[in-house]
């Protein structure tokens, strides 16, 4: 189970390493033009008007969010990467209504089971098959499937404690409201802090236990309800021509159980790293496409 969080952590150290990066080149960018300096009024419209071109600039400019709003009022259809569900998050959200209980229930399902999901949980199951970790899975097709389950089971518990169940018993609000001000550190710093302290309904601050109780209670699932208990496998020995009985150590244990704890709070913490600065690595990807797009299509003559 730990080579299988490890490769979590490892894949997302290997994106992370690239923010600071990301970060330098977005504070080193011209700023944008100041509203007021924007062009004269169009031609055939009298200056002395009533019209309120300013109404519809100034949203223009402050909303450059990546993350398209769902037909679920609260929630995106944004992808980390453009592939790993990221509709818990929002940018630029401000005040916004409260997710009902029904709507956080139904947010974490829709990202809990989607497709990208399935594969990519087979892959860390792949992993724990090439480490034979938790040997008393076994081996071959039925071990792989037997770890599959159990890392998709692992990913969905999580999920629904940490997404759906404790916020919706605490009235908390289970969305990272993304920062997107401040410097490299000031931005990081924030994320971690989103571990602790969360939003409540009604918009206040507050300890997010649903982080850290929701974890550890899958956390205690996990290891006490289907994964291997202690068991005795035979090896011959052939010094001795004698067959050696070997005992495996249960993983329904204590320190096993904080261990898996610490490490989904560690791999959920990377994680909001990760989804604070996804806008600017969105951003840059998608300038840079836009900014070969005319050269392409509109040569000089």
Excluded: C
């Amino acid at each position: 189970m730990f080579i299988r969080y490890a490769a979590r952590l490892l894949v997302l150290f290997s994106l992370a390493s690239s923010l600071p990066i990301v970060a330098a080149a977005q504070q080193t960018q011209a700023p944008d033009a100041s509203p007021s300096q924007t062009p004269g009024s169009p031609s055939g419209t009298p200056s002395g008007t009533n019209e309120k071109p300013k109404d519809t600039e100034p949203k223009e400019l402050a909303t450059p969010v990546p993350a398209n709003p769902d037909k679920n009022a609260g929630t995106s259809n944004d992808r980390l990467f453009f592939a790993l569900p990221n509709f818990l998050t929002l940018q630029n959200a401000g005040k916004v209504p409260p997710l009902t209980s029904g709507q956080k229930f139904k947010v974490v399902f829709r990202s809990s089971f989607d497709p990208v999901q399935y594969a990519w949980y087979g892959f860390l199951s792949g992993i724990s098959q090439a480490e034979n970790s938790e040997p008393g899975y076994g081996q071959g097709w039925e071990g792989y499937a037997k770890r599959y389950g159990s890392a998709f089971a692992d990913g969905t518990i999580e999920n629904f404690m940490t997404g759906a169940v404790f916020p919706s018993l605490l009235h908390q609000d289970p969305r990272f409201f993304q920062s997107g001000k401040g410097t490299f550190v000031h931005r990081t710093e924030y994320a971690v802090s989103r571990i602790f302290v969360t939003r409540t309904d009604s918009g206040k601050s507050q300890f997010n236990y649903s982080e850290i109780l929701g974890s550890a209670l899958s956390a205690a699932i996990s290891t006490n309800a289907y994964h291997p208990r202690s068991f005795i496998t035979t090896r011959y020995d052939p010094s001795t021509g004698m067959v050696q009985y070997v005992y495996n150590a249960s993983d329904r244990t204590l320190p096993n159980t904080v261990s898996v704890w610490g490490t989904q709070v560690g791999y959920d913490t990377i994680t909001i790293v990760i989804k604070e600065f996804w806008p600017d690595i969105h951003r840059k990807l998608t300038h840079k496409h836009q900014a070969d797009a005319p050269q392409n299509s509109n040569p000089n003559p």
